[in-house]
C-alpha cells in the first residue's frame, strides 16, 4: 500500500507561467515515456519476478515514479495555473483546453491519450528488465529534448534536469538487477523458463518436456 | 504565521526534504548492495534524522503524512504540493 507524504520529492515554484511549456512537459505525465508509464510498468512487472532483489528494486522505483508523476504534473500545473485565454490560443492549446481546461490530463505532447500499450509485461525477467532499461533510456533522451525547449525557464530547467539524473540512477539500479540475474542463472539458481509458471497449460509442458 | 515562523517552516521542510531524498536514493543503491556497510551506515543515520525532522515539523506546522495526529485540521487546510504558493 502507499500512504501520501504531503511534500514534492524536488521542490517546484515556477515565477514564469508559459501554456507553451506545459504543452510539451506533458508528455511526460501521459506521453509513451513518462511517468505514469514508468509507474504501471514496473508496479505491474514486479509481481511476477522471480527473485528478491528485483522485486525489491521494481518497487520502489516504481514508487519513486509516482513521485515524478507528481512533479511532472505540478509544473504544468503552473505553468498553466491562471493564465490568460489569449494566451492559452497563443500556445496551441485550443484544442487541450477545449477538452480538459486547464486540468492535467495524461496526453503525449502530440496530444494522445496515455494507452496501456505504452508498457510490457511479459512474465520473464530479462524481457522484463531489458524494457525496463530501454524505458529509462528513452525517458533520459526526452528530458534532454525538453531541457532544449525550455532552456529559457531556468526553473523548469532545473526540474527536468533533476527528473533526467533520475532516470539514470533508476537505469544504473536495472542493470545491476540484470547482471544478478544473469549470474544466479549461470549458477542455476533461478529458472528464466520455468515451465510451471510460464506454460500453466500442461499439455504444452508435457510436449516440451519430450524433447 | 509571523514571517520568522514562515522562514523556519520553509527550512524546516526543504531539510525534510532532502533526508527523505538521501533515504529514497540510498535504500535503492541497498537493494542491489545489500552488503556495503557504508551505504547503510548512511541510510539508517538519515532514517534516525528523518524522524526527529518530521516529529518537529509536525508538532510546530501541520501534518506531512495523515499517520501523524497532530495538528490534524490543517491537513486540509493547509497549501498543496503541487501549489507551490508562499501561503
Ligand atoms: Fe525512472
Request: net charge negative.
Amino acid at each position: 500500500m502507499w500512504t501520501y507524504n504531503k511534500f514534492l520529492q524536488y521542490p517546484i515554484k515556477i515565477k514564469e507561467k508559459d501554456p507553451r511549456l506545459a504543452r510539451i512537459i506533458i508528455s511526460q505525465y501521459g506521453g509513451p515515456d513518462g511517468e505514469l508509464s514508468a509507474s504501471l510498468r514496473y508496479l505491474s512487472q514486479r509481481f511476477g519476478m522471480p527473485d528478491s532483489t528485483s522485486k525489491a528494486v521494481l518497487n520502489d522505483i516504481g514508487t519513486e515514479e509516482l513521485a515524478h508523476l507528481e512533479i511532472v504534473g505540478t509544473l504544468v500545473h503552473q505553468l498553466t495555473d491562471g493564465v490568460s485565454i489569449k494566451e492559452i490560443e497563443k500556445a496551441g492549446l485550443k484544442p487541450y483546453y477545449t477538452d480538459y481546461g486547464v486540468d492535467v490530463f495524461p496526453v503525449s505532447a502530440a496530444g494522445v491519450p496515455w494507452n496501456a500499450s505504452y508498457i510490457a509485461c511479459k512474465n520473464d525477467p530479462i524481457a522484463n528488465l531489458q524494457e525496463d532499461l530501454a524505458a529509462e533510456q528513452k525517458a533520459r533522451a526526452v528530458y534532454e529534448k525538453l531541457i532544449d525547449l525550455c532552456r529559457d525557464n531556468v526553473d523548469v530547467v532545473d526540474v527536468l534536469r533533476y527528473l533526467r539524473q533520475r532516470e539514470i540512477v533508476h537505469f544504473q539500479r536495472f542493470d545491476e538487477t540484470l547482471d544478478n540475474i544473469h549470474e544466479r542463472l549461470a549458477q542455476k539458481k533461478i529458472f528464466v523458463n520455468n515451465k510451471e509458471f510460464t506454460m500453466p497449460n500442461k499439455e504444452i509442458k508435457i510436449i516440451e518436456d519430450k524433447d | 504565521m509571523s514571517n520568522e515562523a514562515k522562514k523556519l517552516k520553509e527550512e524546516l521542510l526543504e531539510e525534510i526534504r532532502a533526508c527523505h531524498f538521501a533515504i529514497t536514493d540510498s535504500s535503492l543503491f541497498l537493494d542491489t548492495h545489500p552488503g556495503n556497510r557504508k551505504a547503510m551506515r548512511y541510510y539508517k543515520n538519515q532514517c534516525e534524522k528523518l524522524k526527529e525532522l518530521e516529529d518537529k515539523y509536525q508538532e510546530m506546522f501541520e501534518p506531512l503524512c495523515i499517520t501523524s495526529p497532530c495538528n490534524r485540521l490543517k491537513w486540509v487546510e493547509g497549501a498543496w504540493p503541487w501549489e507551490g504558493s508562499d501561503e
